[in-house]
T-cell receptor
Framework: NAGVTQTPKFRILKIGQSMTLQCAQD?????MYWYRQDPGMGLKLIYY???????DKGEVPNGYNVSRSTTEDFPLRLELAAPSQTSVYFC???????????FGDGTRLSIL | LAKTTQPISMDSYEGQEVNITCSHN???????ITWYQQFPSQGPRFIIQ???TKVTNEVASLFIPADRKSSTLSLPRVSLSDTAVYYC????????????FGQGTELSVKP
Protein backbone atom coordinates (compact mmCIF):
# COMPACT_ATOMS: atom_id res chain seq x y z
CA ASN A 1 0.00 0.00 0.00
CA ALA A 2 1.22 3.49 -0.86
CA GLY A 3 -0.56 5.17 2.08
CA VAL A 4 -1.01 8.90 1.48
CA THR A 5 0.43 10.24 -1.76
CA GLN A 6 0.91 13.95 -2.41
CA THR A 7 1.78 15.57 -5.72
CA PRO A 8 3.71 17.59 -6.68
CA LYS A 9 6.58 17.44 -4.17
CA PHE A 10 7.82 20.93 -5.05
CA ARG A 11 6.31 23.89 -6.87
CA ILE A 12 7.12 27.53 -7.45
CA LEU A 13 4.24 29.85 -8.29
CA LYS A 14 4.01 33.49 -9.20
CA ILE A 15 1.76 35.80 -7.23
CA GLY A 16 -1.81 35.56 -8.50
CA GLN A 17 -1.44 32.15 -10.12
CA SER A 18 -3.62 29.24 -9.14
CA MET A 19 -2.87 25.58 -8.61
CA THR A 20 -4.23 22.38 -7.13
CA LEU A 21 -2.31 20.23 -4.67
CA GLN A 22 -3.27 16.60 -5.07
CA CYS A 23 -3.72 14.09 -2.25
CA ALA A 24 -4.74 10.47 -2.56
CA GLN A 25 -5.00 7.68 0.01
CA ASP A 26 -5.50 3.95 -0.55
CA UNK A 27 -6.46 2.95 3.00
CA UNK A 28 -10.21 3.59 2.61
CA UNK A 29 -10.09 6.18 5.39
CA UNK A 30 -13.14 8.37 5.88
CA UNK A 31 -11.30 11.35 7.34
CA MET A 32 -8.84 13.47 5.37
CA TYR A 33 -7.03 16.65 6.34
CA TRP A 34 -4.91 19.43 4.87
CA TYR A 35 -2.33 21.18 7.02
CA ARG A 36 0.25 23.84 6.39
CA GLN A 37 3.55 24.02 8.21
CA ASP A 38 5.55 27.23 8.17
CA PRO A 39 9.32 27.10 8.89
CA GLY A 40 10.02 26.17 12.50
CA MET A 41 6.35 26.00 13.36
CA GLY A 42 3.76 23.36 14.12
CA LEU A 43 0.97 22.25 11.81
CA LYS A 44 -2.15 24.30 11.27
CA LEU A 45 -5.32 22.72 9.92
CA ILE A 46 -6.64 24.28 6.71
CA TYR A 47 -9.60 22.05 5.81
CA TYR A 48 -10.80 18.60 6.64
CA UNK A 49 -13.33 16.09 5.38
CA UNK A 50 -15.25 13.38 7.22
CA UNK A 51 -16.31 11.59 4.06
CA UNK A 52 -17.01 12.00 0.37
CA UNK A 53 -19.07 15.11 -0.28
CA UNK A 54 -18.45 16.60 3.19
CA UNK A 55 -15.83 19.22 3.94
CA ASP A 56 -15.32 21.77 6.71
CA LYS A 57 -12.99 24.62 7.59
CA GLY A 58 -10.08 24.29 9.93
CA GLU A 59 -8.06 26.97 11.66
CA VAL A 60 -6.65 28.77 8.57
CA PRO A 61 -8.98 28.24 5.56
CA ASN A 62 -8.75 31.68 3.93
CA GLY A 63 -7.31 31.57 0.42
CA TYR A 64 -7.95 27.84 -0.05
CA ASN A 65 -10.73 25.60 -1.31
CA VAL A 66 -11.23 21.84 -1.18
CA SER A 67 -13.52 19.21 -2.61
CA ARG A 68 -14.06 15.54 -1.79
CA SER A 69 -15.82 13.74 -4.60
CA THR A 70 -14.37 10.32 -3.74
CA THR A 71 -13.13 8.59 -0.60
CA GLU A 72 -9.62 8.39 -2.04
CA ASP A 73 -8.96 11.96 -3.20
CA PHE A 74 -8.90 15.30 -1.39
CA PRO A 75 -7.41 18.08 -3.57
CA LEU A 76 -6.54 21.51 -2.18
CA ARG A 77 -6.96 24.52 -4.47
CA LEU A 78 -5.18 27.87 -4.25
CA GLU A 79 -7.04 30.38 -6.40
CA LEU A 80 -4.90 33.53 -6.16
CA ALA A 81 -1.48 32.64 -4.78
CA ALA A 82 0.00 35.08 -2.28
CA PRO A 83 3.49 35.14 -0.71
CA SER A 84 1.92 34.37 2.69
CA GLN A 85 0.94 30.96 1.32
CA THR A 86 4.57 29.91 0.95
CA SER A 87 4.71 26.85 3.15
CA VAL A 88 4.91 23.08 3.28
CA TYR A 89 1.53 21.47 2.84
CA PHE A 90 0.73 18.09 4.36
CA CYS A 91 -2.22 15.88 3.63
CA UNK A 92 -3.31 13.23 6.14
CA UNK A 93 -5.98 10.60 6.53
CA UNK A 94 -7.46 8.60 9.40
CA UNK A 95 -10.23 6.03 9.90
CA UNK A 96 -11.96 8.30 12.43
CA UNK A 97 -11.59 11.58 14.28
CA UNK A 98 -9.89 10.13 17.37
CA UNK A 99 -7.66 7.72 15.50
CA UNK A 100 -4.03 8.22 14.41
CA UNK A 101 -3.48 10.16 11.22
CA UNK A 102 -1.30 8.95 8.36
CA PHE A 103 0.59 11.76 6.66
CA GLY A 104 2.00 12.20 3.19
CA ASP A 105 5.50 13.56 2.65
CA GLY A 106 4.34 17.05 1.84
CA THR A 107 4.30 19.57 -1.00
CA ARG A 108 6.81 22.40 -0.71
CA LEU A 109 5.27 25.49 -2.24
CA SER A 110 7.02 28.81 -2.84
CA ILE A 111 5.18 31.87 -4.12
CA LEU A 112 7.32 34.63 -5.53
CA LEU B 1 -10.40 26.95 24.67
CA ALA B 2 -7.73 24.27 24.52
CA LYS B 3 -4.13 25.26 24.00
CA THR B 4 -0.97 23.18 23.98
CA THR B 5 2.50 24.13 25.19
CA GLN B 6 5.70 22.15 24.67
CA PRO B 7 9.38 22.96 25.25
CA ILE B 8 10.92 24.24 22.03
CA SER B 9 14.01 22.06 22.24
CA MET B 10 15.74 19.39 24.31
CA ASP B 11 19.18 17.81 24.23
CA SER B 12 20.05 14.27 25.25
CA TYR B 13 22.75 11.64 24.88
CA GLU B 14 22.49 8.17 23.44
CA GLY B 15 21.15 5.61 25.89
CA GLN B 16 19.37 8.11 28.11
CA GLU B 17 15.64 8.25 28.79
CA VAL B 18 13.96 11.37 27.42
CA ASN B 19 10.70 12.80 28.75
CA ILE B 20 8.84 15.47 26.76
CA THR B 21 5.86 17.13 28.39
CA CYS B 22 2.95 18.80 26.66
CA SER B 23 0.62 21.04 28.66
CA HIS B 24 -2.94 21.09 27.36
CA ASN B 25 -5.58 22.83 29.41
CA UNK B 26 -9.30 22.40 28.92
CA UNK B 27 -9.61 19.19 26.95
CA UNK B 28 -12.63 16.95 27.34
CA UNK B 29 -12.58 13.89 29.60
CA UNK B 30 -12.57 11.28 26.86
CA UNK B 31 -10.48 13.06 24.25
CA UNK B 32 -7.34 11.28 23.14
CA ILE B 33 -3.86 12.79 23.35
CA THR B 34 -1.66 11.77 20.44
CA TRP B 35 2.05 12.17 19.84
CA TYR B 36 3.81 12.33 16.48
CA GLN B 37 7.44 12.29 15.36
CA GLN B 38 8.67 14.27 12.39
CA PHE B 39 11.99 13.99 10.55
CA PRO B 40 13.19 16.72 8.17
CA SER B 41 11.46 16.69 4.78
CA GLN B 42 8.94 14.08 5.92
CA GLY B 43 5.38 14.09 7.20
CA PRO B 44 4.69 13.44 10.90
CA ARG B 45 4.50 9.81 11.97
CA PHE B 46 2.27 8.44 14.72
CA ILE B 47 4.08 7.33 17.90
CA ILE B 48 1.53 6.75 20.64
CA GLN B 49 -1.96 7.69 21.82
CA UNK B 50 -3.88 7.56 25.08
CA UNK B 51 -6.48 9.35 27.17
CA UNK B 52 -5.68 8.37 30.76
CA THR B 53 -3.00 6.92 33.08
CA LYS B 54 -0.28 5.12 31.13
CA VAL B 55 0.07 3.62 27.68
CA THR B 56 3.12 1.74 26.43
CA ASN B 57 4.06 0.39 23.04
CA GLU B 58 7.25 -0.87 21.47
CA VAL B 59 8.77 2.58 21.02
CA ALA B 60 7.45 4.84 23.78
CA SER B 61 5.32 5.34 26.86
CA LEU B 62 2.72 8.01 27.47
CA PHE B 63 1.88 9.21 30.96
CA ILE B 64 -1.31 11.18 31.59
CA PRO B 65 -2.09 12.44 35.11
CA ALA B 66 -5.58 12.34 36.54
CA ASP B 67 -6.25 16.03 35.85
CA ARG B 68 -5.31 15.51 32.17
CA LYS B 69 -3.81 19.00 31.98
CA SER B 70 -0.58 17.57 30.63
CA SER B 71 0.92 14.45 29.13
CA THR B 72 4.49 13.16 29.02
CA LEU B 73 6.03 11.24 26.17
CA SER B 74 8.81 8.98 27.42
CA LEU B 75 11.43 7.60 25.03
CA PRO B 76 13.58 4.92 26.66
CA ARG B 77 17.26 4.66 25.77
CA VAL B 78 17.29 7.11 22.87
CA SER B 79 19.61 6.69 19.90
CA LEU B 80 20.89 9.13 17.29
CA SER B 81 17.99 8.15 15.03
CA ASP B 82 15.52 9.57 17.56
CA THR B 83 16.71 13.09 16.69
CA ALA B 84 13.49 14.65 15.38
CA VAL B 85 10.68 17.03 16.24
CA TYR B 86 7.95 15.66 18.50
CA TYR B 87 4.40 17.03 18.47
CA CYS B 88 1.45 16.48 20.76
CA UNK B 89 -2.05 16.67 19.33
CA UNK B 90 -5.29 17.14 21.24
CA UNK B 91 -8.88 17.45 20.10
CA UNK B 92 -10.81 20.36 21.53
CA UNK B 93 -14.47 19.34 21.50
CA UNK B 94 -15.29 22.60 23.22
CA UNK B 95 -14.43 24.11 19.82
CA UNK B 96 -16.39 21.61 17.78
CA UNK B 97 -13.64 19.01 17.54
CA UNK B 98 -10.85 21.35 16.53
CA UNK B 99 -7.46 19.65 16.19
CA UNK B 100 -4.78 21.42 18.21
CA PHE B 101 -1.16 20.60 17.40
CA GLY B 102 1.58 21.69 19.77
CA GLN B 103 4.43 23.81 18.46
CA GLY B 104 6.76 20.83 18.58
CA THR B 105 9.85 19.90 20.61
CA GLU B 106 13.08 19.54 18.69
CA LEU B 107 15.00 16.68 20.28
CA SER B 108 18.71 16.45 19.59
CA VAL B 109 20.43 13.21 20.59
CA LYS B 110 24.21 13.36 20.82
CA PRO B 111 26.70 10.48 20.85
Amino acid sequence: NAGVTQTPKFRILKIGQSMTLQCAQDMNHNYMYWYRQDPGMGLKLIYYSVGAGITDKGEVPNGYNVSRSTTEDFPLRLELAAPSQTSVYFCASSPGTAQPQHFGDGTRLSIL
Amino acid sequence: LAKTTQPISMDSYEGQEVNITCSHNNIATNDYITWYQQFPSQGPRFIIQGYKTKVTNEVASLFIPADRKSSTLSLPRVSLSDTAVYYCLVVDHNQGGKLIFGQGTELSVKP
